[in-house]
């Protein structure tokens, strides 16, 4: 028998070469399940010394049902599954990976960007069918000089900020978390979110999604932007009031969206955006490349072992556990 049991409580994955790898120096028996309900979780990881989640929601009560767990690693930056509170009073480490895509995700977000202001979307839908001329795209208008808001200047929007200015676009940003110095470095002006609205020409969503942030960008910020404006989603659809956004395009407030999250996934067959050449939707994707989702799946495992091998984790969510667990920090 192996000294660990490790739990995948549910995946969409065919392979799992990179937890086995991660895992490797433990004794650790990797146990593949397909949980669908708590009793499942609770039953399939009981006698679990660490558990690997995807969507499985790991509540206070599944957790006064995990006998040895030490461990929670989430396959993914979020983790509202997780119980935070309960998990920290019992002693148990929440892990996340908060790193694996943000190139994919800048890059997206810029792929976004630059096929809405070049029109890259309409155009490949007029030639398809039958149209051959540039002028279905016009308005066009050049690129260098223009302004980009960052709403949220956190790791992925830090990182798109450098992509941006390659293209000779000038960046600002509004975070009332980020200090000066950080924006000064990368060459970005902090500013507030009305002056955000009003200076961009195209602005860019990048906030996490929670109470203060659901609906931020509402009517009174559309009435805020240029009508030449785009605005580019790859947070979490209900940061962007949904409703307010189709007014404003409707009403050509804005020019156009280019938008990876929707308040609703997958979308509602009537969303009116699907029938508005102006805007460009994609099914949550922009974390996704192959190198991103092996990286996920080694770093998830990692915090696994990390805690069952006696360290602290690199990922570690609920930083409160410290003081009651007698871990050592890696190097
Ligand atoms: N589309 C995808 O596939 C995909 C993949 C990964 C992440 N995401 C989303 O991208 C978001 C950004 O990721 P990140 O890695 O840059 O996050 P991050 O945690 O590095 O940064 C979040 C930033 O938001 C700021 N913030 C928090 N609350 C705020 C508020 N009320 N007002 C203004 N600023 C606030 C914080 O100060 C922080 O700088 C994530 O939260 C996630 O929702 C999407």
Redesign the pocket.
């Known amino acids: 028998m192996s000294k660990f049991k490790v739990v995948v409580t549910d995946y969409e994955y065919d392979s799992f070469v990179p937890e086995q790898e991660a895992l490797s120096k433990l004794d650790v028996e990797l146990v593949l399940k397909q949980c669908k309900t708590e009793d499942e979780v609770i039953e399939a990881c009981k006698d679990a010394d660490g558990l690997l989640v995807q969507y499985s929601t790991i509540s206070r009560r599944v957790m006064d049902h995990l006998e040895k767990c030490k461990v929670i690693s989430r396959y993914g930056?979020?983790f509202n599954t997780v119980d935070i509170e309960a998990a920290t009073e019992k002693g148990i480490i929440v892990g996340n990976v908060?790193?694996y895509?943000?190139d994919?995700?800048s890059d997206?977000a810029m792929a976004l960007l630059l096929s809405s202001i070049r029109k890259v979307t309409k155009l490949n839908n007029a030639v398809k069918s039958g149209t051959w001329d540039f002028n279905v795209a016009a308005p066009i208008y050049r690129i260098r000089g223009r302004v980009l808001g960052l709403?949220?200047?956190?790791?992925?929007?830090?990182t798109l900020a450098k992509k941006a200015q390659a293209f000779g676009i000038n960046v600002i940003a509004?975070?009332?978390?980020?200090p000066k110095e950080v924006a000064q470095k990368l060459n970005v002006e902090l500013v507030s979110l009305d002056e955000l609205c009003k200076q961009s020409d195209y602005v860019s969503v990048?906030?996490?999604?929670?109470q203060?942030?659901e609906k931020?960008i509402s009517h009174d910020q559309f009435n805020l932007m240029k009508k030449e404006a785009f605005i580019i989603n790859?947070?979490?659809g209900p940061v962007i009031d949904e409703a307010a956004l189709i007014s404003a395009l409707q009403e050509g407030k804005i020019a156009g969206a280019g938008l990876?999250?929707l308040e609703t996934e997958p979308i509602d067959p009537n969303n009116p955006l699907l029938k508005m050449d102006q805007v460009i939707l994609n099914p949550?994707?922009?974390?996704?490349s192959v190198e991103a989702e092996i990286e996920l799946k080694r770093k998830t495992a990692e915090n696994v072992a990390d805690v069952l091998g006696g360290y602290f984790p690199t990922y570690l969510v609920n930083k409160d556990v410290r003081e009651k667990l007698n871990l050592k920090d890696k190097e």
């Open positions: 930056v979020g908060t790193d895509c943000l994919e995700v997206h709403v949220g200047f956190g790791n992925i929007p830090q509004y975070d009332p978390f980020v990048h906030l996490p999604l929670n203060h942030t931020i790859t947070a979490r990876d999250v949550h994707s922009a974390f996704y």
